[in-house]
């Protein structure tokens, strides 16, 4: 595919990673989270996002992702990710570059950011669920 030959920043394109090997740039505008929401990408197929993203405050929401387990890469920073697990919470934290947190399928979790991170998932999006962090 010629047309996603370049150099992309990871914050402002993500990459959908499909089913058939297929790569597909995903440039993040103001449509993008409302595309995503409504089946705006349906046509790549299922598969994974690849993004980052840059954090300097603990997230204000939980969420969830039924199609498949989330690869989290830690590039800079350190961040204590939250995870509900059979009615337990469990905490993990990142604080060396390339430590990775695997979250598995369908579990609820949320971050504090413990030094302003930035860090790479890895996200099955398919009916992905959000619902309101309490403080």
């Not at 204590?80 to 570059?97: G, I, N, Y």
Request: aromatic share 10%; hydrophobic share 40%; net charge negative.
């Amino acid at each position: 595919m010629t047309e996603a030959i370049g150099s992309y920043q990871s914050v402002a394109t993500y990459l959908h990673l499909g089913a058939g090997g297929t790569a597909v740039p995903l440039e993040v505008d103001e449509e993008f989270w409302s595309k995503l929401t409504s089946g705006g990408f349906d046509h790549l197929g299922p598969g994974r996002l690849f993004s980052a993203y840059d954090f300097n405050a603990d997230w204000t929401s939980w969420e969830r992702h039924p199609a498949g387990e989330e690869v989290v890469v830690l590039l800079s920073g350190a961040l204590e990710f939250v995870l509900e697990l059979d009615d337990a919470e469990r905490r993990v934290e990142l604080s060396q570059p390339g430590q990775f947190l695997l979250v598995p399928r369908g579990a609820w979790h949320t971050a504090n950011v413990a030094q302003q991170a930035r860090a790479l998932f890895i996200t099955p999006g398919e009916g992905t669920e959000h619902r309101p962090r309490s403080r």
